[in-house]
């Protein structure tokens, strides 16, 4: 790497403090939270976010949107939503010179560097699957004609874990186009006090522009360029083969998973432990990242069998055993 373009990595990673504190001065607490939304889109890939009703899933998402100088779209998934709300639609129009009528692409909420998902889990089978090629691809097809998406390209999705009447569960084949699972907890006693100081009277926080969406692209860059020792990446591999029943050595996951995490899982911890080492302003891997991240990164992946759901065991308690039979 070069010193010049060293420098301007050195001077982008310096940010990334500021844009945190922009970030709490709306929201307080759920560092762990904020901190994987930044690392998903440091990593280049999509998140979804579950929480009860009440942790300001939607305002955390639209705050981050506030500090980037980028564009914001949020979707609130309903049961009538269809495809083309969220991709677009072509429309008649006729040119007033010559009078042809001809059909234009209008693009839709999904055409912008921040998209925010909200409820994700309310819409049917059929317009969640719009978001896969999107989500995998960074395009969308409508009429046999490619529409490429604005770049960086993020998709936040909410889901609300506690109320299922009405709901839609998301397939597997999608849960693993998300990078992370993050799940938000209930603040403290000082952080709900905190909040309600803060949010019940007039004054309004001024938010600030941190980063654009060229200096985004530009950390991606370099979350690549992380350094990540043969050792760790063998350490990877393992904790995600060990999730695997048929070939498990872990008696915890025989007993209680139907299946585990495949190779997109190992991809997925590594690149993130790259773009936490750069959140915290590190170029080099170390043990914590991974440790920290294999939560996240696994809990959707792996699948529990009926035994383990009837015992209220979850794949955090499985990733559990996987993390101590691996140190």
């Known amino acids: 790497m070069e010193t010049k373009e060293l420098t301007h990595y050195k001077l982008l990673v310096a940010k990334l403090p500021h844009l945190k504190k922009e970030i709490g001065k709306v929201i307080v607490g759920q560092h762990e939270a904020i901190n994987e939304?930044?690392?998903?889109?440091?990593a280049g890939g999509h998140c979804l976010l579950e929480g009860v009703p009440g942790l300001a899933k939607t305002l955390m998402v639209s705050t981050l949107a506030k500090t980037l100088d980028m564009k914001f779209k949020r979707v609130q998934f309903t049961p009538d939503l269809m495809p083309g709300d969220i991709i677009g639609t072509e429309i008649l129009e006729e040119d007033h010179e010559t009078g042809k009528k001809f059909f234009k692409f209008n693009q839709g909420p999904i055409f912008a560097?921040?998209?925010?998902?909200?409820?994700?889990?309310?819409?049917?089978?059929?317009?969640?699957?719009?978001?896969l090629e999107?989500?995998?691809?960074?395009?969308?097809?409508?009429?046999?004609?490619?529409?490429?998406?604005?770049l960086p390209f993020l998709i936040i999705a909410t889901q609300n874990?506690?109320?299922?009447?009405?709901t839609y569960p998301l397939?597997?084949?999608?849960?693993?186009?998300?990078l992370l699972y993050i799940k938000l907890n209930y603040p403290s006693e000082q952080e709900e006090l905190e909040v309600l100081k803060s949010t019940t009277g007039l004054s309004k926080p001024d938010l600030q522009t941190i980063l654009t969406d060229k200096d985004i692209l530009d950390l991606q860059k370099l979350t690549r360029q992380v350094h990540i020792s043969?050792?760790?990446?063998t350490k990877v591999n393992q904790l995600v083969r060990?999730?695997?029943?048929?070939?498990?050595?872990s008696a915890f996951v025989k007993q209680w998973c139907e299946w585990g995490a495949g190779p997109r899982a190992g991809q997925a911890l590594v690149l993130c432990s790259k773009a936490r080492a750069v959140l915290n302003e590190r170029f080099s891997v170390i043990p914590e990242d991974i440790e920290t991240l294999v939560y996240p990164v696994l809990r959707h992946r792996i699948a529990l069998n009926f035994r383990a759901e009837?015992?209220?065991?979850?794949?955090d308690d499985v990733i559990r055993d996987l993390l101590k039979n691996s140190r």
């Open 134 to 150: 999107a989500m995998q691809e960074y395009k969308v097809t409508y009429a046999g004609t490619n529409y490429a998406l604005p």
């Open 171 to 178: 397939p597997e084949a999608q849960l693993d186009r998300f």
């Open 310 to 315: 009837a015992e209220n065991i979850t794949t």
């Open 37 to 42: 939304i930044l690392i998903s889109l440091l």
């Open 161 to 166: 874990p506690i109320e299922q009447a009405g």
């Open 230 to 233: 043969d050792e760790l990446i």
């Open 113 to 131: 560097n921040i998209v925010l998902a909200d409820e994700i889990n309310r819409t049917p089978p059929k317009t969640q699957a719009a978001l």
């Open 242 to 249: 060990g999730s695997r029943p048929a070939n498990s050595t």
